[in-house]
């Protein structure tokens, strides 16, 4: 974050606004809306303002800036059309505390004023920081059309009754789960509907048949894709925002981490070569003991659980544990990567099944069975086998498969860091060497990879993203 959002309590508080042109208006609008004590500092004012004046909404000082009119000033807003006075006001600011923007020029702010929708009590802020103020302003309208009016209400209304539920449940986590479920049930859309006393007297039954038992623990078990948080299903988005706690994979991206409720205790359980930070039996156990003691477990895993991602593994000791549980497939690497990387895992013309293998090497060999893997018309999906690359284009060319045979190496799939690189059985293990790969990966071998130039679209930001190829045959 560039910025942290927070929000200011500015009731009956002087803040200064220097300048008096139209900008300055619109900033003097929606310090009035907050309760702010204005006073602004300009040699003239505007139509507006000297119409604010007379009406004895604002304090006016008709003066070009000086350090003194900081004097009891809770923040700032420099609004001029003189960069000279802009940087005054806020070196000035700076020097004593005090909070300050100076609009259009983030470089001299302390804080910067966001595109606002307005549901009071309820407040959503959005901000470019500074970069972008026109887009801030888009996805401000399209909230607006989004978020209906009556969820002013519907906040009200829920404040009310805050501190009667706060008094009703001593466990902490009863009073979220109760509000969670309130908020997503009938008593919104009673509010919705206008039916505002209604949707009271069913908040209030609703408390009242909820007992202050410990909290259940349950168990969810996500997928988290292949590494774009676009990828997320929308039940995924739901149950990351309901956990007291996550415990997630190395291959979980930070872009998908930092969508998870804020308040959740992380634990890392990852794998690495070599370096386990957990092992299997401990994350399994350690799912029991968190639900137990009534904790609304996320186990986030990279791609789909289901998919060499033992998830198996952990819901068989939950169900031997009387363990609640529910299961969150994910896009699995394969589907995932290989639509970004522009490569079908079946055509018609080429593949007409594809196979799901992984990769690990063990003594410098991979355990598989190659006779049923050097097929012909098969397309060959390779999880975790970067380091093994070199054994498995072997064994593959041993067993039957042309040299030839196209084979890509595809890193970080789906993200902004994506790297496709193309080449043949014979070549990949040294263009994956010179590429400096690192992990994740995934290995996709069969025909279906001449179709890579054709069908690629996806274009990472990255410089170093964009494939490497080389001709199919040697010899061209």
């Given at each position: ?247 997630y994979d190395r291959l979980v991206s930070t872009a998908i981490l ?34 137990q003691e009534g904790k609304r477990v996320l186990r986030l895993k ?175």
């Amino acid at each position: 974050m560039d910025f942290l959002p927070i929000f200011l309590n500015i009731k009956n508080r002087t803040c200064l606004v220097v300048g008096g042109g139209e900008i300055a208006t619109r900033k003097i609008m929606l310090l009035l809306q907050a309760g702010a004590e204005v006073l602004v500092v300009s040699p003239e004012l505007s139509t507006a303002l000297n119409e604010y004046f007379v009406q004895g909404k604002i304090k006016y000082c008709a003066e070009y800036f000086h350090p003194k009119h900081l004097d009891n000033i809770t923040l700032v807003i420099a609004a001029t059309n003189d960069h000279v006075i802009n940087k005054l006001v806020s070196e000035t600011a700076c020097r004593q505390q005090i909070p300050v923007n100076v609009v259009d020029n983030p470089d001299l702010c302390t804080f910067i004023m966001p595109s606002i929708v307005d549901r009071s009590p309820l407040l959503i802020a959005i901000s470019s920081s500074g970069q972008s103020p026109v887009l801030a302003r888009l996805l401000r309208a399209q909230l607006e059309t989004i978020i209906p009016t009556a969820y002013a209400r519907l906040a009200a209304i829920a404040g009310k009754f805050r501190q009667h539920v706060k008094q009703h449940f001593m466990h902490p986590e009863k009073r979220r789960i109760f509000w969670e479920k309130a908020l997503q049930g009938a008593f919104t859309e009673m509010v919705l509907a206008g039916k505002d006393q209604t949707a009271q007297d069913y908040l209030l039954q609703s408390l009242q048949h909820e007992k202050d038992d410990p909290p259940q623990g349950e168990v969810y078990l996500v997928g988290a894709g292949p590494g774009n948080p676009d990828l997320l299903t929308f039940r995924a988005m739901r149950l990351m925002q309901q956990a007291d706690v996550v415990v997630y994979d190395r291959l979980v991206s930070t872009a998908i981490l930092d969508m998870v409720r804020r308040d959740a205790t992380r634990i890392y359980a990852g794998k690495e070569r070599n370096c386990h930070t957990l092992q299997q039996e401990s994350i399994n156990q350690l799912l029991v003991r968190l639900a137990q003691e009534g904790k609304r477990v996320l186990r986030l895993k990279g791609g789909d659980p289901f998919i060499f991602g033992r998830g198996g593994e952990e819901i068989e000791t939950l169900a031997s544990h009387n363990i609640p549980f529910q299961v969150v497939p994910g896009i699995t690497a394969a589907s995932g990567v290989a639509s970004y990387a522009g490569i079908p895992l079946t055509h018609r013309d080429y593949a007409q099944s594809c196979i799901l293998v992984t990769g690990h090497l063990k003594n410098n060999s991979i355990d598989l069975d190659w006779p049923s893997l050097a097929r012909p018309n098969q397309t060959i999906v390779v999880y975790m086998g970067l380091l093994g690359l070199p054994v498995l284009c072997q064994q593959l060319i041993f067993h039957g498969l042309p040299d030839t045979t196209p084979a890509a190496i595809i890193q970080q799939g789906t993200t902004q860091k994506q790297k496709t690189i193309i080449g043949t059985l014979r070549t990949l293990p040294d263009l994956a060497i010179a590429a400096n790969l690192i992990p994740p990966t995934l290995i996709i071998i069969g025909e279906v990879v001449n179709l890579h130039q054709t069908l690629t679209w996806f274009a990472p930001a990255q410089e170093a993203s964009q494939a490497y190829i080389i001709p199919l045959n040697p010899d061209t």
